[in-house]
């Protein structure tokens, strides 16, 4: 099989960290449904799924049906799938007949589920998204009574899974009046469910921010996002972490992935001569520069032109001259023993030098996820003990 001009090594023990360092925020009976949407992050919807059971997570949040039928491609039997967002009509009756949750946040679309699962002869396990603040999808007020009283009445052919809503930037302290207001909204929804006698399996509200800074929202399931693959919602996040728990520093979350390429090319370049394309580098002196097989086109940003850094040889390299679509050069001339095929660490660890993913983040305005997800699913990923 040929190679891949890059490739990402998953830790299976680092995921272990994440999970069990989650799980102490939580209840021991509130549920951790992972969200694996964008191809897990950019970590690959196959190797993930497999890691994520190994450690005891057996309910996967997607957004789409085509995230879901990835997910089910390759999760055990007895994990649940849940979509958060968009489904065609025309796939209800598939989501009905392979057991998959999906989000009702439209009315007029309840007429058509309930035709689906009369088709089909199984329930429809859906979870009613409600509108608290948001405002980006969900069920308003002034329809909510209704939609129950349809649930209740073809109860035969629903299963209310749950209840839930999204915080809109639980991440930031500034934003905790908009969170209280959303969380007060979000239980005048679930009184009108006990007014009903119809209660949901599962309320759950909270993302990896508010599973952290906002423990009364935990209730019976948690969604949990970017912090199972080892990243802080946000410095607020982080810090409040540290002052509830009275800590000057902690690092209780660990990276899953690391990136790598090889040493395509070295060659030397005189001083005064340009490196790559225009004249956004010259060389101030003679320099050994080298060539990576890789650029924006594999995800790398173009903004880490002349600013990004590597590790070759467990030392910084820094990026000289324009990022390409397939290739970019790096400053070796401190690094005489570098040579052709040498590993090199795009993100992750090398002896005892790091580049983070905020090295991307902070340089060229991407958040974490952004960074991840925009990975292409055509890198081959790799499970590491």
Not at 163 to 173: P, V
Not at 218 to 234: D, I, K, L, T
Not at 302 to 312: E, K, P
């Amino acid at each position: 099989m040929v190679r891949h001009s890059s490739r990402i090594e998953l830790s299976q023990s680092a995921l272990k960290t994440n999970f069990n360092f989650i799980r102490k925020k939580v209840n021991d009976d509130t549920r951790l449904s992972a969200v694996v949407k964008a191809n897990a992050y950019g970590h690959g919807i196959d190797q993930y799924i497999p890691m994520a059971e190994k450690c005891g997570v057996n309910h996967f949040s997607v957004a789409s049906a085509h995230e879901a039928e990835e997910v089910l491609n390759v999760c055990s039997p007895s994990s649940s799938i849940m979509i958060m967002g968009i489904m065609y009509d025309e796939d209800l009756p598939w989501a009905i007949e392979n057991e998959i949750e999906f989000y009702v946040f439209d009315t007029t679309r309840l007429e058509k589920i309930l035709n689906a699962a009369k088709e089909v002869g199984k329930k429809a396990k859906i979870h009613l998204e409600v509108e608290t603040g948001a405002n980006r999808t969900g069920l308003i007020e002034a329809s909510f009574k209704k939609t129950l009283t349809f649930i209740k009445k073809n109860k035969e052919h629903f299963s209310f899974e749950g209840l839930c809503t999204h915080f809109g930037g639980a991440e930031s302290l500034s934003n905790e009046f908009k969170v209280s207001k959303q969380f007060k909204r979000f239980q005048w929804y679930y009184k009108q469910c006990k007014t009903k006698n119809l209660l949901p399996k599962f309320r759950h509200l909270a993302s990896s921010a508010a599973t952290f800074m906002y423990p009364e929202s935990h209730y019976e399931m948690v969604r949990v996002g970017v912090a199972q693959y080892g990243f802080w919602p946000s410095p607020d996040i982080y810090y409040h972490h540290l002052s509830k728990e009275e800590k000057q520093y902690e690092n209780g979350l660990k990276r899953v992935f690391t990136w790598k390429t090889d040493v395509m090319d070295i060659r030397t370049v005189k001083e005064g001569e340009f490196i790559g394309y225009g004249t956004a580098y010259q060389a101030t002196h003679e320099m050994r520069v080298a060539v990576l097989p890789l650029g924006y086109s594999n995800g790398y940003p173009r903004a880490q032109s002349n600013r990004g850094h590597v590790l070759i040889r467990g030392k910084k390299a820094p990026i000289v001259g324009l990022i390409n679509m397939n290739l970019f050069m790096v400053d070796v001339t401190h690094i005489s023993n570098a040579e052709i095929g040498d590993e090199v660490v795009l993100i992750g660890r090398q002896k005892n030098n790091v580049i983070n993913v905020a090295s991307f983040t902070n340089s060229t305005f991407l958040l974490n996820q952004e960074m991840m997800s925009r990975l292409p699913s055509a890198i081959p990923r790799r499970i590491k003990r």
